[in-house]
Structure formats: structure tokens, C-alpha cells
């Protein structure tokens, strides 16, 4: 696939204009061996198509004020690299990226305050390798619009880290029923979170167990998650959560 507008690396294709959309289909590349970068499309509601690509290094949705929702990429079965998703402030939806099981190195969500929850990775088993780079994994931050991990169901494991913060809607881990295996979980000011529920089948943590300024979420529950694991974690950080006993 050609790039319409490239960056100083020549590493994206970008998207910035509705117009480029009509391009990018009328190539038909299968295997796209750049980022796609969809960036601003000003007065764009829906992104939809793209089911013809079957593999692409990464995707970058970024500062796409007017969208509300993207179906799209059904077709995709390899991301080289990841997704990256942020500052979509309308964003609402995004529908399951159909064939997508593996995600080779990390997922970002950030600063999407509508998103109602994740099932754009309702597909995917893992994330990341286990035992792999730190940068690798999975970074949720500000989507304030998030109640619980709804859309991550098949994620079953986890390579480098597993990271939210300033999630301040959310209030439970519901979700995550299939996830065995993390590298790193951080967990930091998720002001309502206030039950682990969704990580029963968690069998193991890594390198690090660490939450932090979670005033709802009672320790006596993180020490019973940790007691859960196989092995305790290598490192655990509690600071910040509620002292009050368990039932």
C-alpha cells in the first residue's frame, strides 16, 4: 500500500482525509508491511471496510473527534507489531476485529472517554509473548465510559504488561474470566474499582502485582488473588486501598 501522507521515517500510512479512505480501497493490499495511521477525518461518523487486509506491522486510530464507531478489518489475522487507540473523544463502538486471535506486541487504549467496552478484542487469545520485552501488553488509560473488561472474554494470556490507570469508571474486573497468565498487572487510581471479579482463573503473575490508590478496593482481596496464583508474583506493591475486612 502507497502512502498518501507520510511521516518523517516513512513508517505510516496515513490517513488524515476522507478522501484518502477511497484510496486506501482502491489498492486492495492484502499484507501492508506499515502502520496504518487513521488521524483527524473531520466530519467521518463511521470508519468501516478494510476486510480485504490480512496482515499490517501496526494500527494507529488517533484524534478522531467526530467518529462514534469503526467496523472494520474483519478480515485481519496478523498484527506484527499492535493497535493503538486514543484520543477519539466520540468514540463509542468498536465492532470485533473478526479474525484476530494474536496481537504480536501491545494494545493501547487511552483517553477514549465514550468507549463502552473492548470488544474490538473479543477474538484475541493473547497479547504480547510471555517472557518478552517490558513494552510488550496491554494499556488501558482515561477511557472513562469503562465499567468492567467486557470484550476480553478469549484473552487468555498476556506478555510484558498489564497496565490501568485513571480508569475512573471502572469498578470490576468482569471480563477477564479466561485470563491464566500476565507478565506484570499494575493497577493504578482506578478510584472505583471496588471488586477483582473476573480474574478467579488467574493462575499466574510473573514479575510484578502492584495497586495503587484504589480506595474502594479492599486488600484483603488482592492478598486472596494473590493467594490464588501458583506462584506468588516476584514483587507485590499494595498502597492506597480499603482496610476494611472481607467477608
Not at 521515517?9 to 501492508?32: A, K, M, P, T, Y
Not at 478484542?121 to 467486557?150: F, H, P, W
Not at 498489564?162 to 468482569?174: A, K, N, P, V
Request: one cysteine or more.
Amino acid at each position: 500500500m502507497q502512502p498518501f501522507h507520510v511521516d518523517e521515517f516513512d513508517l505510516e500510512v496515513l490517513f488524515q482525509e476522507v478522501s484518502d479512505l477511497d484510496l486506501g480501497c482502491e489498492q486492495r493490499c492484502s499484507r501492508v508491511s506499515r502502520t496504518m495511521a487513521f488521524f483527524l477525518l473531520e466530519g467521518l461518523g463511521k470508519l468501516e471496510g478494510f476486510h480485504f487486509v490480512e496482515s499490517v506491522k501496526g494500527l494507529r486510530f488517533s484524534s478522531m473527534h467526530d467518529l462514534r464507531e469503526i467496523d472494520a478489518f474483519h478480515g485481519l489475522t496478523t498484527i506484527e507489531q499492535g493497535i493503538s487507540i486514543y484520543e477519539n473523544w466520540g468514540l463509542e463502538t468498536i465492532e470485533p476485529f473478526a479474525s484476530l486471535e494474536h496481537v504480536g506486541f501491545a494494545v493501547g487504549f487511552e483517553n477514549n472517554y465514550k468507549l463502552k467496552d473492548l470488544r474490538l478484542l473479543a477474538n484475541v487469545r493473547q497479547i504480547g509473548e510471555i517472557g518478552g520485552s517490558y513494552e510488550q501488553g496491554l494499556y488501558l488509560s482515561s477511557n472513562k465510559g469503562l465499567k468492567d473488561m467486557t470484550g476480553l472474554e478469549s484473552l487468555e494470556r498476556i506478555g510484558g504488561r498489564f497496565r490501568i490507570s485513571y480508569e475512573t469508571g471502572l469498578e470490576s474486573m468482569r471480563g477477564l474470566e479466561s485470563l491464566k497468565e500476565v507478565d506484570t498487572l499494575r493497577i493504578n487510581y482506578a478510584v472505583e474499582l471496588s471488586s477483582l471479579e473476573g480474574l478467579e482463573n488467574l493462575q499466574r503473575v510473573n514479575e510484578v502485582l502492584s495497586i495503587e490508590n484504589s480506595p474502594k478496593l479492599r486488600r484483603c482481596e488482592v492478598e486472596a488473588l494473590v493467594a490464588q496464583l501458583e506462584e506468588p508474583p516476584e514483587r507485590v506493591l499494595l498502597s492506597g486501598l480499603s482496610e476494611a475486612p472481607c467477608d
